[in-house]
């Protein structure tokens, strides 16, 4: 079992900065995937970003050169760094860990906020 407990998010204009963490703890195995997600009211959920336990990243093409995805491991927790913020970008923002391959997300976090306003 793998939890993980988001926090930052919460509001700011648009052109602003914000950073989301998840704190990872539990077996996690040697082949994995986090990722972060996003879904506002009335549309579907849409992949923002990922990680694998290589360091290969991938970015939705909305958020490239603007959010920036990395992972402590010694600490084992997952950063978004959220840049040139736009309302498009309000969401509720979900982490998720996937064992091997960056396809089958089973554990997700509990969900924070971010609401840019113009």
């Known amino acids: 079992q793998v939890q993980l407990v988001q926090s930052g998010g919460g509001s700011v204009q648009a052109g602003g900065s914000l950073r989301l963490s998840c704190a990872a703890s539990?077996?996690?195995?040697?082949?994995?995937?986090l990722g972060w997600f996003r879904q506002a009211p009335g549309k579907e959920r849409e992949r923002v970003a990922t990680?694998?336990?290589?360091?290969?990243?991938n970015y939705a093409d909305a958020v490239k050169g603007r959010f920036t995805i990395s992972h402590d491991n010694a600490k084992n927790i997952l950063y978004l760094q959220m840049n040139s913020l736009k309302p498009e970008d309000t969401a509720m923002y979900y982490c998720?860990?996937?064992?091997?391959?960056?396809?089958?997300?089973?554990?997700w976090g509990q969900g924070t906020q971010v609401t840019v306003s113009s």
């Open positions: 998720a860990y996937a064992r091997g391959y960056c396809g089958g997300f089973g554990f």
């Open positions: 539990g077996y996690m195995h040697r082949d994995y995937c």
């Open positions: 990680i694998d336990d290589d360091g290969y990243l």
